[in-house]
């Protein structure tokens, strides 16, 4: 067994421990399961790239690839929908646009032998080779352009985001997609440069990147975990009262969606003023209470000292 082997097969187990880590987290979602297919199609590709590039005969070897190379092409809208499901809703016609050009590719590679790559045998080993034709330069375009355009839907969501800790899981995302992005553009573009090195692809290492910052995602960042201080804001923005909270200094420090939207349309610089007036000086800490203040009319304010 070489090394590419023990890499490949490395990957599959990584991948395979990654999916049963997403479908066992506690937030049940579509991302959530988008995420585990996506996995899942790593691992399937990883697995049967094993195979692929220990069987014996080109016949095994171009059936073998074609169904492996399925589980990558998969991949690429499924990893696409999840990313824009993080920060908006998935829409019919965004569906229609990246899946469709990802089930020509699975046809056309299924149906015929040699669509993407092959092999032949020089000096008793198989070595992998790209096919000549449309097709690979199509698919040139298509991978690196589904995993940029992931890469913008990360960067929307930070720009939507509030929460620290959404933030640095997708700073964390944005790399470790990034360094997969350049490693199989690379690996690409200079394999035939490196065929003594080795003889066939690593593609199915070289996603090992991405699906480790998942990892540190969920485990470093709770990542598809329900947080207390996210359903405590999700409450919050759903209340239809004005909430503010208020600091020891006095100083508001937190608008619910509702007060956000009443100081804006009203008197902007009442939020930079001192809140603690409106809490009695008797009350606890963490007593709350509602108060009304004479330059909002009819309005209530829910009142936390923090």
């Keep these: 067994m070489n090394v590419i082997s023990v890499l490949t097969i490395s990957a599959a187990i990584l991948y395979l421990y990654f999916t049963i880590m997403v479908i066992r987290t506690t937030i049940f979602s579509v991302s959530k399961w988008l995420l585990a297919a996506c996995s899942f199609c790593l691992m399937y590709w990883a697995f049967l790239a094993y195979f692929t590039y220990n069987a014996s005969d080109l016949k095994h070897i171009r059936l073998l690839f074609q169904i492996s190379s399925s589980g990558l092409i998969l991949f690429l809208p499924l990893q696409n929908l999840f990313l824009k499901s993080l920060h908006g809703r998935i829409t019919i016609p965004h569906i229609l646009t990246v899946s469709l050009p990802a089930l020509i590719f699975i046809i056309r590679n299924t149906c015929w032998d040699v669509t993407f790559s092959d092999f032949y045998l020089e000096n008793g080993q198989w070595l992998f080779v790209k096919a000549e034709g449309v097709w690979n330069l199509l698919w040139s375009f298509y991978m690196p352009a589904m995993v940029a355009a992931g890469n913008m839907f990360l960067l929307l969501w930070y720009r939507k985001t509030t929460l620290n800790r959404e933030k640095k899981q997708i700073r964390l995302l944005i790399i470790s997609s990034t360094i997969t992005l350049i490693l199989s553009v690379a690996e690409y573009l200079f394999h035939p440069f490196f065929s003594d090195l080795w003889t066939v692809s690593i593609s199915p290492v070289l996603f090992v990147p991405w699906v480790y910052g998942f990892v540190l995602a969920i485990k470093r960042y709770q990542l598809f975990n329900i947080v207390i201080e996210?359903?405590?804001?999700?409450?919050?923005?759903?209340?239809?009262?004005?909430?503010?909270?208020?600091?020891?200094?006095?100083?508001?420090?937190?608008?619910?969606?509702?007060?956000?939207?009443?100081?804006?349309?009203?008197?902007?610089?009442?939020?930079?003023?001192?809140?603690?007036?409106?809490?009695?000086?008797?009350?606890?800490?963490?007593?709350?209470?509602?108060?009304?203040?004479?330059?909002?009319?009819?309005?209530?304010?829910?009142?936390?000292?923090?």
């Design 230 to 306: 996210d359903v405590t804001r999700r409450i919050l923005e759903s209340i239809d009262e004005l909430v503010v909270l208020v600091g020891s200094d006095g100083k508001p420090v937190y608008f619910n969606r509702k007060a956000d939207e009443f100081f804006r349309e009203t008197d902007n610089n009442i939020r930079k003023g001192n809140f603690s007036i409106l809490i009695p000086k008797t009350v606890g800490s963490k007593t709350i209470t509602q108060v009304e203040i004479n330059k909002l009319p009819l309005k209530k304010i829910l009142c936390c000292r923090l």
